[in-house]
């Protein structure tokens, strides 16, 4: 097999050589640290979430979570809902298990090493996930519980450039099978993508909630 690798933009997304094939996104380094940045934030904020549900099983509803700040915002209304626990586990355990993941990938991309097509297309798989189960718990925060999680938002802001970034340097090193003109555009307008989408969650809470907030501030 030659050693010359192929041209990431380009190569078979489906080819089971080029899964094997070590390939480096040209902005690698720059995801690296947007992925450990992010990745050490949302594990902060999924532990912070863990101790306070720990210590409302302990204590029951007596205990006053520290982000409890008013009716609205807090995360008390949250962590005794049925939402809390989408997979029949608290959802606290997926966040601190999930960001873990993160943080390895921030640091092997740091280290310029070098990864195959198959991990590049596992994080988009992940990503998905993850900014599927945060719109899902978005539309819960907004339209069920009518309120808002501290720790939650601290989530939502980390998956949305976490999520972005993937897709973008995924396709950038040729794992998704895009073409390299879309590859391009995607890396070219991934902050744009991402103040857009800031917006548009930014939107749909001051739509839904903007009022009743304002009465409890």
Excluded: K
């Excluded at 480096?24 to 690296?32: D, L, T």
């Excluded at 302990?58 to 006053?64: I, N, R």
């Excluded at 586990?89 to 601190?96: A, F, L, R, S």
Aim: charged share 10%.
């Amino acid at each position: 097999m030659s050693d010359t690798h192929p041209s990431p933009a380009t190569a078979g997304p489906l080819d089971p050589i080029d899964d094997q094939v070590p390939t480096r996104a040209p902005g690698g380094r720059e995801f690296g640290w947007v992925a450990l940045i992010t990745g050490l934030l949302g594990l902060w904020a999924s532990a912070s979430l863990a101790i306070d549900y720990i210590n409302r099983l302990v204590f029951g509803q007596d205990y006053v979570a520290a982000c409890d700040i008013n009716p609205m915002i807090g995360c008390g209304l949250f962590l005794d809902s049925d939402a809390a626990s989408a997979f029949a586990i608290p959802n606290v355990v997926v966040g601190v298990a999930a960001f873990p993941v993160v943080i390895t990938l921030a640091m092997l991309l740091l280290s310029r090493v070098e990864l195959p097509r198959w991990i590049w297309r596992g994080a988009v798989v992940g990503g998905l996930f993850g900014i599927g189960f945060v719109t899902w718990l978005q539309y819960q925060a907004l339209f069920v519980l009518s309120g808002l999680c501290p720790y939650c938002l601290v989530i939502w802001a980390v998956m949305i450039p976490l999520f972005v970034h993937i897709v973008a340097r995924a396709g950038e090193a040729g794992a998704l099978g895009f073409s390299a003109g879309v590859a391009r555009q995607l890396v070219r307008n991934r902050w744009i993508i991402v103040v857009l989408w800031y917006l548009v969650v930014a939107a749909a809470i001051l739509l839904v909630l903007g009022e009743a907030l304002l009465a409890v501030m």
